[in-house]
């Protein structure tokens, strides 16, 4: 991700190119490894920070979102004050979240970043009843 240059005390000092892949790569990968005594669970928890490009890691693996329990993603949190190029903000985040069949637990403010961001924790519809005995 490229920063925007109008952040105060911030600037692109070098770029690289690196390989990806997506996170349905990954979870074929080691999914013999991931299976465990819930048969339908691939995935507990998982915490994503991908600068600004969180919601594309996530539609990287559609078609295991149902067996993925919980997710957080980081997220700017003013869409007029966005960190990197081409971020997405915290209400396409929460859309794209929910039309997945996620429902958002929480959202939180990093205090001393230099712009509005934040985390999100969701969950996963299906198992929203694991969330009966807490107390947010």
């Known amino acids: ?23 349905s790569y990954i979870i074929e990968k080691y999914q013999n490894q991931l299976h465990n005594e819930c048969n339908d669970v691939l995935v507990h928890y998982l915490k994503i920070d991908t600068q600004g490009k969180d919601i594309n890691v996530v539609l990287s693996a559609k078609q295991y979102l149902k067996q993925i329990i919980l997710i ?30 996620f429902i958002l637990i929480c959202v939180c403010k990093f205090d001393g970043s230099p712009l509005p961001e934040g985390g999100m924790m969701f969950i996963n519809s299906k198992y929203e009843y694991l969330l009966k005995d807490i107390k947010l």
């Open 1 to 23: 991700s490229l920063l925007y240059s109008k952040i105060p005390n911030r600037q692109v000092i070098k770029m690289t190119t690196v390989n990806v892949v997506s996170l």
């Open 72 to 101: 957080e993603l980081e997220t700017a949190l003013d869409k007029d004050n966005l960190l990197y190029i081409d971020q997405t903000d915290v209400q396409h985040d929460i859309k794209v979240m929910t039309d997945l069949g």
